[in-house]
């Protein structure tokens, strides 16, 4: 258990509807990252949140918007969604600030089927 | 920019057999560096990293890798291969504490009996 929680677990949803991905990082963690991992793409990073502000961007479309809560929980939305954004979408937390060599630690991820 | 290259995106080795599993970088600064692992059906987690402390890094599992500058290089090698061994194994690379993760594409591993 690696103490990164994702909700929900399964997700299955019609093109052009919005859906919510929850993430609750380990105790301590202050940096949340997310990544979009599919058969094609591989492992996408998204966007990064430390401490409640936005970090770094990667390929994330301007669909998809993230946030990081003052309790340090990130949700991720995304909407008018796409049968190509069927994937599997992980969070993972990690203690940030100035622990340059701080590891990731996954959740279990949100596999999201666009029908 | 960082980025990570894989090479073969799926490699199969007998049991018993060394495993190498080769992962290059491009950074414009000394990076950190790290391999997971992914198991069917769960998140990735951490085999090993290199925090620049010694170029041999010894992980979990049995698994080891090597960083090479002058190669900008960081392969993943375990001496004798054992079936639980199978899985996705991802090359990633960080240049500074608040800088993205960028994984490589990913290589799987079979384990043939």
């Known amino acids: 258990d690696s103490g990164v929680t994702q909700t929900p677990k399964h997700l299955i949803t019609a093109t052009g509807q919005r859906v919510t991905l929850r993430c609750s990082p380990r105790?301590?963690?202050?940096?949340v990252y997310w990544y979009q991992q599919s058969l094609d793409q591989g492992l996408q990073f998204l966007i990064q949140y430390y401490n409640g502000e936005e970090r770094a961007k990667g390929n994330i479309l301007e669909r998809f918007s993230a946030q990081q809560f003052p309790d340090l929980h990130s949700e991720l939305n995304l909407s008018s969604l796409e049968l190509g954004d069927s994937a599997l979408y992980f969070c993972?937390?990690?203690?940030?600030?100035?622990?340059?060599?701080?590891?990731?630690?996954f959740g279990e991820g949100s596999r999201l089927t666009v029908l | 920019a960082q980025s990570v290259t894989q090479l073969g995106s799926h490699v199969s080795v007998s049991e018993g057999a060394l495993v190498l599993l080769r992962c290059n970088y491009s950074?414009?600064?000394?990076?950190?560096l790290f391999w997971y692992v992914q198991y069917p059906n769960q998140g990735l987690q951490l085999l090993l990293k290199y925090t620049s402390a010694a170029t041999l890094v010894k992980g979990i599992n049995g698994f080891e890798a090597e960083f090479k500058k002058s190669e900008t290089s960081f392969h993943l090698t375990k001496p004798s291969a054992h079936m639980s061994d199978a899985a996705e194994y991802f090359c990633a690379v960080k240049e500074t504490s608040y800088d993205k993760v960028i994984f490589g594409p990913g290589t799987s591993l079979s384990v043939i009996p």
């Open positions: 993972a937390s990690s203690v940030g600030g100035g622990v340059i060599t701080g590891e990731l630690f």
């Open positions: 950074s414009s600064v000394p990076p950190y």
């Open positions: 105790s301590g963690d202050l940096s």
